[in-house]
């Protein structure tokens, strides 16, 4: 459920009428809605009620440090994957200690920020990267909390760009070899094991492989408990599906998940920790764009609009459906017509949808994309030369502009021309 409904005929963010915003800010841009961001975290949070937990939100699928602000009042805590992401999860005020760092690659640098700044754990990914993160630590006079993320291959059945939890995937330690590197781990001095972190993937429409690999879980928990470590947190990872296609059956709900998990790991006593990041803002999100021409072709039309793949990568990168429809609410009754749904960046992949029923559309009307709210704006890039579209918070009948959009002179300022060239 989300909060971009139509009322009185024009599609509205919450309480403000999204034409409204676009005269404000122009085309494209991105629209959050506060209530919605809300609403995912909470079904998350009461999904884990009775059991000691953590929802920490996977802020590489959106950002802001006005979303990130948003749910850490609510109390989320963050799930980063860089030294960026961490500096700005603290700049939007998150306590180090609600902070998880995960990441296949971290450096000495980015581990030297989380630990001198506060961390609440990481999520260790390598041999090497143990070594290094216990080298830093101690050179610092600490001892940095670890779980260490296990590969556990089981097959998320996803798109392969996001699948994660396959022995060929470079994410963890392959779960058979878990004993022999805890007991690495627990020969470091500057490291202390607290418990098995585990992501399979993302945009799972299906509880069967969270629980094929949380079940390996519950059984590594078992085995290195008996091998004399601690292991009291179990971070579960992200990776709940949305639906992008509404007439698709619907993934399971937060509240299916939370009993799921109750039911595989309830009886271990750890504390758990979850990553989502696509269920919590994957629906809080628009895309708001304009049509710039309608173009008859052979045997069919195109809607060019003003944003582009730059903007919203999804659909050139996995092959990914969003639902387009009309800021303006079609008449009752309005036969629709199939188009093709394209940017203007000079490359075919520049296309939204193949043959979409739309209601008639003609220049300047305004198209949203809904689902668009996860792994949009952060993946937007300036391709073509064209200025990274703002981005824009409502709460009830109130708007900001979160991001603004550059100027071209800022985008084309940031290169310098060497005096020798
Ligand atoms: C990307 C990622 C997530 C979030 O995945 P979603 O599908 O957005 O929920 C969580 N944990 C880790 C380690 C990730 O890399």
Redesign the pocket.
């Known amino acids: 459920m989300d909060h971009f409904l139509y009322k009185n005929g024009v599609l509205h963010a919450e309480d403000v009428p999204v034409a409204d915003i676009a005269a404000a800010v122009g085309t494209p841009f991105y629209v959050y809605s506060t209530a919605t961001l809300l609403r995912h975290f909470r079904l998350f949070d009461e999904a884990l009620d009775g059991m000691d937990h953590l929802v920490c939100y996977?802020m590489?699928?959106a950002s802001n440090q006005a979303i990130l602000k948003t749910l850490g009042d609510a109390g989320a805590g963050m799930?980063v994957?860089s030294g960026g992401e961490y500096r700005r999860a603290r700049a939007a005020g998150i306590p180090g200690d609600r902070i998880v760092f995960?990441?296949v690659g971290k450096t000495a640098d980015e581990i030297r920020t989380a630990l001198a700044g506060g961390i609440r754990q990481f999520?260790v990914e390598s041999e090497p990267e143990m070594e290094v993160l216990s080298a830093v630590a101690l050179s610092m006079g600490k001892v940095a909390p670890i779980t260490i993320?296990v590969n556990p291959d089981v097959d998320a059945k996803t798109h392969a760009k996001?699948a994660?939890g396959k022995s060929e995937n470079k994410f963890g330690i392959p779960i058979a070899r878990a004993r022999a590197v805890y007991a690495h781990a627990a020969s470091l001095a500057g490291l202390e094991v607290i418990g098995i972190d585990v992501?399979i993937?993302?945009?799972?429409t299906d509880l069967a492989p969270f629980e094929a690999a949380y079940q390996k879980v519950a059984d590594l928990t078992e085995q290195l408990r008996a091998d004399g470590h601690n292991i009291r947190r179990l971070d579960l990872?992200?990776?709940?599906?949305i639906p992008y296609e509404r007439t698709n059956a619907a993934p399971p709900l937060p509240t299916d998940y939370g009993a799921m998990v109750k039911r595989t790991l309830g009886h271990l006593n750890c504390e758990i920790e979850i990553?989502?990041?696509?269920?919590i803002a994957g629906n809080a999100g628009l895309m708001v764009s304009k049509v710039i021409y309608v173009k008859s072709g052979e045997g069919r039309d195109f809607l060019i609009l003003d944003g582009a793949m730059n903007d919203l990568i999804r659909p050139a990168m996995y092959d990914a459906y969003h639902d387009i429809i009309p800021v303006i609410e079609p008449a009752p009754g309005t036969e629709q017509q199939p188009y093709d749904i394209v940017g203007p960046v000079c490359e075919s992949g520049d296309t939204f949808a193949k043959q979409r029923m739309m209601p008639p559309l003609a220049a300047d009307d305004l198209v949203a994309f809904r689902s668009a709210g996860?792994?949009g704006a952060v993946m937007s890039s300036e391709y073509n030369s064209r200025p990274l579209i703002p981005e824009v918070l409502v709460k009830g009948d109130q708007f900001a502009v979160i991001r603004r959009r550059p100027s071209y002179e800022e985008m084309i300022n940031r290169d310098t021309i060497p005096e020798w060239v």
């Open positions: 996977a590489k699928a799930d994957v995960s990441g999520n993320r996001i994660t992501h993937g993302s945009q799972l990872g992200g990776g709940l599906g990553e989502p990041g696509r269920l996860a792994y």
